[in-house]
């Protein structure tokens, strides 16, 4: 089984600032120590940061979307676009039966001061295992996006 999953927010940063902390590592570096119960330390195991880097991410013991390190890899960085292509590539909802799962983020200037933020995440799983999909959770991407933003807004 294939399928989609899209969610929109919108955040009052300018679209350039968010995408300069979005664009690579520096997000799950931010993240993590924002939302460190949610995010863990991230490891570069490849690459300098750009497109071809593997990032592994330690999960936290509680987390719903397996217990082995996520090891992620970025497939696309298109700065002219503000789009973001990563790749779950070992761990994490892996080890829950996803055979594929790939996020996007895409940041789109609304106004100077405002940004939408489209997140997608493409995802392929076993008919059997479809039940699984409720384990992808949109929210934690929205609850990613708000902690950057009020990060930006707070380093003024």
């Known amino acids: 089984?294939?399928?989609?999953?899209?969610?929109?927010?919108?955040?009052?940063?300018?679209?350039?600032?968010?995408w300069d902390a979005y664009r690579d590592i520096k997000r799950v570096r931010i993240l993590h120590e924002l939302l460190g119960k949610m995010v863990g330390e991230p490891r570069?195991?490849?690459?300098?940061?750009?497109?071809?880097?593997?990032?592994?991410i330690?999960?936290?013991?509680?987390a719903s979307w397996?217990?082995?390190?996520?090891k992620e890899l970025y497939r696309m960085i298109d700065d002219e676009k503000r789009i973001i292509e990563v790749e779950v590539i070992e761990g994490g909802l892996k080890d829950l039966g996803f055979d594929y799962l790939l996020t996007r983020a895409e940041i789109i200037e609304k106004d100077p001061q405002t940004?939408?933020?489209?997140?997608?995440?493409?995802?392929?799983?076993?008919?059997?295992?479809?039940?699984?999909?409720?384990?992808?959770?949109?929210?934690?991407?929205?609850?990613?996006?708000?902690?950057?933003?009020?990060?930006?807004?707070?380093?003024?």
């Open 115 to 156: 940004t939408i933020v489209r997140s997608t995440v493409d995802y392929e799983i076993d008919d059997k295992l479809a039940h699984k999909v409720s384990l992808i959770k949109m929210e934690y991407f929205q609850t990613a996006i708000e902690a950057i933003a009020k990060y930006l807004n707070t380093e003024k």
């Open 1 to 18: 089984m294939k399928g989609q999953m899209v969610l929109e927010t919108t955040v009052k940063v300018a679209a350039e600032e968010f």
């Open 58 to 62: 330690a999960n936290p013991q509680e």
């Open 44 to 56: 570069v195991e490849h690459g300098d940061g750009g497109v071809g880097t593997i990032v592994s």
């Open 66 to 70: 397996g217990k082995s390190d996520t």
